[in-house]
């Protein structure tokens, strides 16, 4: 289904609870997984990856299909090569056979795995023969996805030799690599890191103390995203601060773009409007890759020039996302460039829009929600396949009608001005 968007009649107020982290939960569903003992975890964010991360562990053996969860792909990747006597073949969407994991793949078989490729060299479908993994000296370079880093550190425990892991290459994403370090952490593992390796001695995951999963940060950049365009007030009840999770680097970000963030008087963060706003925003991105569809949409329309680095990692995501962002931006009259795949730019240069845009997502979770906002500066504006947003946030369209956003059937007739703040 396709989504006609009307903006709510006045100023956005909003109380919104936010989804649980996935990128936490996937985490905490791996070390849960290689954890003795432990039981199934309950309280996990409910959306498409993680459903797919769940359904996976539980799995039999044979092919398992994980559709277009590329986390689940490189974590499971090194939970069933280090899972003794499993044998499995890891599957996923078209897109997902597009996607490389190749520099994985080589690492693990340097620590002792048994994978093949069943089609084409370097990317999925797997085949892969559980096993012990001896572990030692291996290296890999990080600057592709940190996910491939994190995917061996969570099975480091269990290898007999334990893992040295050198890296090579300008890691992006390093606040990921933190995380998981801390939640193993937090499950008694500990790790040793250097500027370019970390050491992991064979141990025993414990049972945790706590299973409370934040809420979601990446999520929470969409209401950033409303407020900065709106100049309306939001409450996130939940979110915490400081939190494990990178994308609160939106904070500071959306400082620069008008949008202060506080507490009220029951400890909830608080979105509010402020005249400061900064004339251009030129960010480096690379640890903070998720909020760049967020980021360029937001500067884009408040008019405020800018220059987003370190996007290289955009291109193996669900889409190639610096490609689509050009593509859907120019929609919208806004002639954003690319330099050398990392980087996105715009310098103000706009374009006459002649027809309403209709915004395509490519199966990518993050476009349909960058965009919907737009809605506030041009109603009616049309996301096609809304459904993409059940892979991260699967109420945000609900979040969207209970904060007086209407959302029409595109297929439908337009509604009249008056009426269109009174549709579901």
């Not at 289904?1 to 100023?11: L, N, V």
């Not at 299909?65 to 969407?93: C, H, K, N, Q, W």
Request: a negative charge.
């Amino acid at each position: 289904m396709d989504y006609r968007i009307y903006p709510p009649d006045g100023f956005v107020e909003a109380d919104v609870r936010l989804p649980l982290s996935k990128s936490i939960s996937n985490r905490a569903l791996i070390i849960n997984a290689l954890t003795p003992g432990a039981g199934p975890l309950s309280d996990v964010a409910r959306c498409d990856d993680t459903d797919a991360m769940t359904a996976a562990l539980s799995a039999a053996d044979g092919t398992i299909d994980i559709g277009a969860a590329g986390t689940a792909m490189r974590f499971l990747t090194a939970y069933f090569a280090a899972s003794p006597g499993r044998e499995v073949t890891l599957d996923g969407s078209e897109r997902m056979r597009q996607r490389p994991i190749g520099q994985l793949v080589d690492a693990l078989r340097e620590a002792g795995a048994d994978i093949s490729y069943t089609d084409r060299e370097g990317f999925p479908p797997l085949a892969i023969k559980g096993k012990r993994l001896k572990g030692g000296d291996v290296r890999i370079d990080g600057a592709i996805s940190s996910q491939y880093i994190s995917a061996l550190l969570m099975v480091a425990p269990t290898m007999t030799d334990g893992l040295s892991l050198k890296l090579g290459g300008e890691l992006p994403s390093t606040p990921y690599i933190k995380m998981t370090l801390k939640m193993m952490e937090q499950r008694g593992v500990e790790a040793v890191a250097g500027p370019d390796s970390i050491d992991i001695a064979p141990a025993r995951y414990r049972l945790p103390a706590d299973n409370t999963i934040e809420e979601d940060w990446s999520a929470a950049s969409y209401w950033y995203e409303i407020t900065a365009l709106s100049a309306g007030s939001v409450t996130l009840p939940g979110l915490s601060l400081p939190s494990l999770q990178g994308d609160a680097r939106c904070v500071e970000i959306f400082e620069r773009l008008g949008v202060l963030t506080g507490r009220d008087d029951f400890g909830a963060l608080t979105l509010t409007p402020s005249p400061e706003m900064h004339s251009r925003l030129e960010i480096d991105l690379s640890e903070q890759p998720d909020l760049a569809q967020t980021v360029a949409v937001t500067a884009a329309m408040l008019g405020v020039p800018f220059r987003l680095s370190g996007l290289a990692s955009l291109k193996i995501k669900e889409t190639d996302r610096l490609e689509a962002l050009r593509k859907e931006l120019d929609k919208l009259g806004i002639s954003v460039e690319t330099e050398r795949d990392e980087v996105l730019f715009w310098e103000g240069r706009r374009h006459p829009v002649f027809e309403m845009p209709r915004i395509d997502t490519y199966q990518d979770h993050r476009m349909a929600m960058a965009f919907a906002p737009v809605a506030i500066f041009c109603p009616e504006i049309i996301i096609n396949d809304i459904e993409v947003v059940s892979k991260s946030y699967p109420g945000y369209w609900d979040d969207l009608r209970a904060a007086g956003f209407t959302l029409q059937d595109a297929a439908e007739t337009p509604l009249e001005p008056e009426t269109a703040e009174e549709e579901e």
